[in-house]
């Protein structure tokens, strides 16, 4: 009997049940997956490939194994500083003793999107010569070839994450979910990540120009300038992005609850009664009225920088740093896999989706109910986890591989 | 030779912008084993070039006269004058053959975050060259980064009152490209459609 194995819309791979072969697995047109990841002095990992097919992959294994690495390895393959935004030189493996025991990293890897497959290598070579203009060097290749900016990569590949530090996403600073939402975005709209980089550039150029009480009124002026430029557009992608995600996320999804959310701070309040041409001179004339004050305390007081991403429970209303432990991660979950479900509809293909530690404070019907979310929007998810029976149920839909200090074992 | 005279010429390639050590001690074996073809003709043209190359007091451009063969030409246009980050680009821009008027190299870009201010630069000179009677306009080809816009928004300003057209190279400079980079058709392309600012 030749059945298909089917969960709800996520019908991506066949089992045969009589012979007991290794299952014919075909991708679907719209899933990017990797089929094939090679790691090199990254992190715990010397010399690692871990070649897998498109279900979604499962990865248990004590404390310290290596599961998270693996996950930051798999988040270099999108543009940014991966899922930790650890420097580039604290990446490289290191020995038993902590000295750094290599000059370089890499992670490459083979994705497919349906029957188009793409090769992407990144890497670092750490100050290899100290005139090096570059000093810790970044280099990316994308089918075999050096591409000039990791950004490049968005075109090509997406991914979003939660790890176990976002639990606390909406009790710490705003600055979190300003990268949380950011992340959203890059996933939506690759393009965001440029004027992200140039405001925050000269955001620092600015703030250090501040507090070495250099006030040439001209150089401020062409940085101030910039500013505005970047960071209006950035404002504009976000409420644009934002605006398009809270449609999906407005109802709940399986288990998850849906939320409201929404981008709030001084210039989108500007933004809601202005055209962006205005809101431009606005923004440039408080920089440049703030100048005085702002070399007092060493920082920038008006911008995007001070933007916050606002969430609330889509049933009771309220506001989601007061909601219980267990219903903020809900909350976070429903609205990451309503951007994967938005980037699905809107780019043609699933995002690949890492999860570090998912499972932990859900209940039972959550924990069923994201395996049947995933399954459905048809991702390759990599989850971790330390127990290997919360996965049990899941059976061939997942492959499930245990890690021990760096090695994988397929189960 | 001894150890140490290898040891040497690897150490001194190493510093080579491009070379890690690996490759530092490759070229050192090449260059021991095209000792006549290669290594005696190389020496001696770095010392001569270490004995003769000046940079131009005008223009800031290098070459073994001083103002340079450039600045010299008179069959160049006087009146306008392309604003660059580094001399490589100067030798972009030449390849191309787009463009036959005088530089001016600014010795990179205005960026706090790596302490180069406005005095760092040749911002003065430039500026100056800009008030002389002959030039008319100033063509800025600094990068397309955040920090090579900013430098051209800060020297546009500085040139307010200078009595000269500013324009820039037209698009096609990729953000983060910089002009050494870019192919020579997309660099005269962008020198032919340059734009007021
Ligand atoms: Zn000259």
Redesign the interface.
């Given at each position: 009997m030749n059945e298909i194995s089917s969960s709800g819309a996520g019908v991506f791979f066949r089992e045969d049940l009589t012979t007991g072969e290794v299952p014919v697995v075909t991708a679907i047109p719209h899933q990017l997956a990797v089929s094939r990841l090679t790691l090199t002095d990254f992190r715990c990992y010397r010399q690692q490939r871990l070649e897998v097919d498109v279900r979604p992959v499962v990865l248990t294994g004590p404390n310290g194994a290596g599961k998270t690495n693996l996950l930051e390895a798999l988040s270099f393959l999108v543009p940014g500083r991966g899922l930790r935004r650890a420097k580039l030189s604290e990446i490289t493996r290191r020995a038993a003793d902590g000295v750094v025991a290599a000059r370089q990293w890499a992670v490459a890897a083979k994705l497919s999107v349906g029957d188009n497959e793409i090769d992407i290598g990144t890497g670092c070579?750490i100050g290899?010569?100290?005139?090096?203009?570059g000093r810790d060097k970044r280099v990316t290749k994308i089918d075999g070839t050096v591409v000039?900016?990791q950004?490049e990569l968005g075109r090509y590949t997406s991914a979003q994450w939660l790890t176990p530090q976002m639990d606390r996403l909406f009790l710490e600073g705003a600055s979190g979910r300003r990268r949380f939402v950011d992340q959203l975005i890059y996933g939506l709209d690759p393009e965001h990540a440029?004027p992200v980089?140039?405001y925050d550039?000269?955001l620092?150029?600015?703030n250090?120009?501040l507090r070495?009480g250099?006030l040439?009124p001209?150089?401020l002026?062409?940085?101030e300038?910039?500013m505005a430029r970047?960071g209006i557009a950035l404002v504009v992608r976000r409420l644009e992005v934002v605006a398009r995600l809270q449609a999906v996320c407005r109802a709940g999804k399986g288990a998850f609850p849906g939320s409201e959310i929404a981008m709030a701070g001084q210039v989108e309040d500007w933004l809601a009664s202005e055209p962006a041409l205005t809101v431009e001179d606005r923004f440039r004339d408080a920089l440049l009225t703030s100048r005085p004050s702002d070399a007092v305390i060493g920082s920038t007081s008006v911008g995007p920088h001070r933007s916050d991403f606002a969430v609330r429970h889509g049933d009771t209303g309220m506001a989601a740093d007061i909601c219980s432990t267990g219903e903020q991660k809900a909350l976070l979950i429903g609205i990451v896999l309503a951007a994967a479900r938005l980037q699905t509809e809107e780019r043609g293909y699933t995002p690949l989706l890492l999860l570090d530690e998912i499972t932990a404070h859900l209940d039972k019907a959550r924990r069923v109910s994201l395996f049947e979310l995933i399954l459905d929007l048809g991702a390759q998810a990599w989850i971790t986890g330390t127990e290997d029976e919360i996965f049990a149920p899941l059976g061939e839909q997942v492959q499930h591989f245990a890690i021990n200090q760096g090695e994988f074992e397929k189960l | 030779m001894t150890t140490t005279e290898i040891d040497r010429l690897i150490q001194l390639l190493?510093?080579?912008?491009?070379?890690?050590?690996r490759s530092a001690r490759r070229a050192a074996l090449h260059l021991i084993k095209n000792r006549e073809s290669l290594m005696k003709p190389l020496g001696l043209a770095m010392e001569a070039a270490a004995e003769n190359v000046q940079t131009c007091s005008t223009c800031g451009n290098l070459d073994t006269a001083n103002p340079c063969a450039i600045c010299t030409d008179v069959k160049r246009d006087t009146a306008k004058i392309c604003v660059v980050e580094e001399v490589a680009d100067l030798w972009a821009l030449e390849r191309t053959a787009s463009f036959n008027g005088l530089y001016h190299i600014l010795g990179g870009v205005?960026?706090?975050?790596d302490g180069v201010?406005?005095d760092d630069l040749t911002l003065d000179s430039l500026i100056a060259r800009a008030r002389g009677d002959e030039v008319t306009e100033i063509i800025l080809a600094t990068s397309a980064t955040?920090?090579g816009?900013?430098?051209a928004?800060?020297i546009t300003?500085?040139l307010e009152d200078a009595g000269v057209t500013v324009s820039a190279l037209a698009h096609g400079i990729?953000?983060?490209?910089e002009l050494d980079?870019l192919d020579d058709g997309t660099l005269s392309a962008a020198m032919k459609e340059r734009r007021g600012i």
């Open positions: 070579e290899a010569n100290d005139n090096d203009r000039k900016s950004a440029g980089a140039a550039h000269s620092r150029s600015r250090k120009l070495e250099n040439e001209q150089w002026d062409s940085i300038e910039s970047h | 190493s510093k080579l912008p491009g070379l890690g050590p205005l960026s706090p975050l201010g406005p955040v920090d816009k900013t430098t928004h800060y300003d500085r990729p953000v983060g490209g980079y």
